[in-house]
């Protein structure tokens, strides 16, 4: 498999306070890639610095072989990687479609297929498609969170947190979507503090504490290893 | 009650040209929440250069550059003043805001020598009409027919072209846009854009009825169409709208009272009177939002 992503001592600072401190780790095409770690260990910092929200203080993002370090956020969207922000960030005042609209607001080809294809994934949003995003249900934004990045069709896409302050019954779905959307073809990097999803979804997993990364290995391993269970499992595989 | 039409004719027609500052305003703090302070000194500005090209053009080329003109200061005045500040505290940009007011102030000062200019006649607009009894000029007719069309066209570009889409998502969320490949500052210069241009059209009706510019001519239309853009809820295209006709038609009015009460000097603390109870009432505007969540 060819790798897609490739992060390199990656260093992001917010005034001063490092938030991650040389984080390195790749993604390889067709892989689920899973991010865990409590609140505030670095994750969302590194997803958004790859994103180009965030300007690194140091090291290097390579994606499918491009250096995209600091680079402009439209100019990474438009290399086909995109990104499910944390607390899902619906427009609320933009329709249902157009919020899947603006989720191709690059393209210029005709939206009308990858549409039914989001709405095939969420026949709930079908229904709602005119209603205005801020009316719907957290678990609803979630699902429109996820459809908008589809319709970019991302070669990467990444998740910051899709589990957040969601009913179990509705993470289930969202994880099963997930499975599905790897398994049409897209690569997924998932930022997860519900580390007993992600690593039963996820491929390969890294654990970040601190700002840095302390373990890795596939889904399975770490959901084998002692120390990830009482860290990360025993508290939080009730969320 | 002829009289009584040529007052109401007129204050919609000062009315619908405050209208087309205030949208200005109101576009232009949708999506920067930035009370733009030298929108009104752009409006001068256009009619000074309205002055100085039809001198030297004819009315078909000088027209059209006042247009072009107006909107490359008003791209300018964003990209040089409120651009490097996007990160800075809103009230660092509202005073960068009052710097570019005075500077637009002073140049029109150096320029003109601080003489009133007198805006020169438009063919048409300038003509005289007769309604339902009453002489008047063909711009005082042709105002709020063209603010109307202008507002139509204005909405249908926000609510149903990409590049309309894309401003209403700036104004909730910059981050998420940019995930979204939108390019923020295309966005927020379009804003710009659209404001200056109508503040451009603006200057030719408005200035084609009170023909005397001085430096200082875009404060007072600047600062009744700001209040337009508060009393309509601001960020509200329909709001600025519906407001300045308000405010034009209210003040109007009050000027046009017998002159025995002696009131038509006060005309402009009674409009703010106005606002000031409308704002007790109602402190969201008529259709401003319940709370502004910038995220």
Known sequence: ?239 | MEYVISVLLSGISVGGQYALIAIGYTLVYGILRLINFAHGDVFMVAGLMGIYFTATMPITVSIPLVLIMTVILGFVIERAAYKPLRSAPRMSVMISAIGVSYLLQNTATYVTGGQPMTYPEIPFLSSTVGVAGTQTKWVVIITPFLVLALVYLLTLLINHTKVGMAMRAVSKDFATSRLMGIRVNSVISVTFIIGSALAAVGSVLYFTNYPAITPTAGAMPGLKAFVAAVFGGIGSIPGAVIGAFLIGICETIIKGLPSSWDVSVFSDAFTFALLIIILIFKPQGLFGEAATDKV
């Open chain 1, 1 to 239: 498999m060819s790798e897609l992503l490739r992060i390199e001592d990656l260093k992001v600072s917010y005034g001063g306070i490092e938030a991650v401190r040389g984080i390195s780790f790749d993604v390889k095409e067709g892989e689920i890639v899973t991010l865990i770690g409590a609140n505030g260990a670095g994750k969302s910092s590194t997803l958004r610095t790859i994103s180009g929200l965030e300007k690194p203080v140091g090291g290097k993002v390579t994606f499918n072989g491009e250096d995209i370090t600091g680079a402009n956020a439209a100019d990474i969207v438009a290399k086909g990687l995109m990104m499910v922000p944390e607390g899902r960030r619906i427009f609320p005042n933009l329709s249902v479609i157009e919020n899947l609209r603006i989720g191709a607001y690059l393209r210029k080809d005709s939206l009308d297929e990858d549409i039914e294809k989001v709405y095939e994934y969420f026949p709930r949003l079908k229904e709602r498609s005119w209603q205005a995003g801020g009316t719907l249900s957290g678990g609803e934004q979630q699902m429109l969170a996820v459809g908008r990045a589809l319709m970019g069709r991302p070669k990467l896409l990444m998740m910051d947190e899709p589990s957040l302050g969601l009913a179990p019954i509705v993470v289930q779905g969202i994880f099963e979507i997930i499975r599905q959307i790897h398994d049409a073809g897209t690569t997924v990097l998932l930022v997860e503090q519900n580390a007993n999803m992600a690593l039963h979804v996820a491929d390969r997993a890294y654990v970040i504490e601190n700002g840095k990364i302390t373990m890795e290995g596939t889904g399975k391993e770490l959901l084998e290893d002692e120390k990830v269970r009482a860290a990360y499992l025993g508290s939080t595989s009730g969320n």
